[in-house]
């Protein structure tokens, strides 16, 4: 993509000596061997200049002959409510040497409709075509088919945006607006309010916003159901998980001065649009601000197991999307002190992928904290676990044994090729999300991407409530996933959300904080701290 040749260089880790069939491998012997290949790429390098100076120079030629060749002109992607998301987005794509304009005037494309003020325009006649190519095709048939690592890369879908490609009749006359550069957003104070303060979920750092609150002492809540009302700016609309902070004793520990003070800081520092409210009263029905439509919110004190046989990879994009962006604590324990460990100090237990069967003697403890108010997040390997030994422990394993007649005999030499076929190395797929759910609120559309390499999936659970993220059939959409596998997960839930005595579990059979790049799941996982009781069991 950038006319440039990647190397990678892995070999066995070492910690002190060990033992492997080419004889003993010392950690010295690893730290000689990465400076020996650092040094010989640099003369490879070297020996190679004229070579790879013309492959730049024809590369850069063949982008510009291929940008002029292509009918798709251009990409437009929208970000309606969420200008944060978008300047991630836009970071990305500035850090590449990728232009990126505004969009003039309102399109719409194939049904979809992208407004000026929230969407934007990647034009594809830049020295960066491939890159650009790369970041927002849709591909899914490959001449390779054998994929051991992630396959699908595509920026809008990870990001949640509305998007669509663009030809020249769609991008005449003024539709393309000036160049911006990523600017993080930043709100002006709202004015002082009589009664309370409102602000909309669908902000990326809406859960950073909160978490503020509730440190401070305020007892803010969430909106169960849209809204519309009267602010000192106007009429507004806002959606479910709209955040009400009250005034007067119902705020909490801090004066109206106080709050007005804090949400002034959320407004500039988060980029949250404040709306000031003056009367409790709303237009919508049932949706007046003191009505049970709202729900209190419970500070949460986050547990995250750790150590052996966890995924590092997989805690440590919880912790970086948390401590990182969010600004909210998360303590990190090593799952070997879980037997000593006083669960009732924590809110809520996340459980990563990864291997799981030592956790089997304290699935009665989990067991008995969950029911007893605590709520349990888990994913993949994590979300397996939790779903076979809290969930379902009684459940017996379904005997799949097989004739033997019915078996394919395949020869040897094709064993390497057919099980890679089988894996699903990183592919973003499909999924139907309920959006009424507490789960999903602050998502607008109920078409939501995700990045999944595995086929952990769930039965549909019999409360007919719990599924919040159904896999629909053809859910392939960029990246390689066989016909089979495809069909192995249609109609399966990717996540689900069942009440358990007084606390919650939500299981996600994917990971949607994926390297820190798959924005629009992280607020399916945000959701699940701060919204796990925002939901009942069936009657």
Known sequence: MHASMGMLFEQARSIGLRDTPHGVLSF?????????TSLEMIRAGVEMRRALLEYQREFSLDSIELADEDDIKAYVFSAPG?????FHAIDILNRHQIRVNSLQEDLIIDGTTFEAESSYVVETDQAQYRMIKALFEKITTFENDIFYDVSAWTLPLAFDFDFAPLGSRDIRGDAVGSEIAAEFPSEPAPSQADYAYLFSWSNYYAPRALYRLLDAGVRPKFANKPLQLETNEGEVQLGRGSILIPLGWQGGDLSDAEIHALV?????????????IDSGHTSSAGMDLGSPNFSSIEKPKILLLVGEGISAGDAGEVWHLLDYRMATPVYMVDKRRLATLNLDDYTHLVLVGGRHGDLNARSKKIDEWVRQGGTLVAMRQGAEWVYEKILHPDDEESDENEETESLERIDYADKTDVEAKEIIGGAILQGDLDITHPIGYGISNRSIASLRNTLIAFDRPKNPWATVVAIPENSLLSGYASAENQ???????????ERH???SVILFSDNPNFRAYFFGTNRLFLNSLYFSKGFRSPR
């Open 501 to 503: 005595g007084q606390g």
């Open 264 to 276: 002034s800081t959320i407004a500039a520092e988060d980029g949250i649009t404040i709306h000031a």
């Open 28 to 36: 010295r012997d690893n730290i000689r061997t990465q400076y020996r």
């Open 82 to 86: 969420d200008k944060a998301r978008a």
């Open 487 to 497: 069909q192995k997960l249609a109609g399966k839930a990717m996540t689900i959300a």
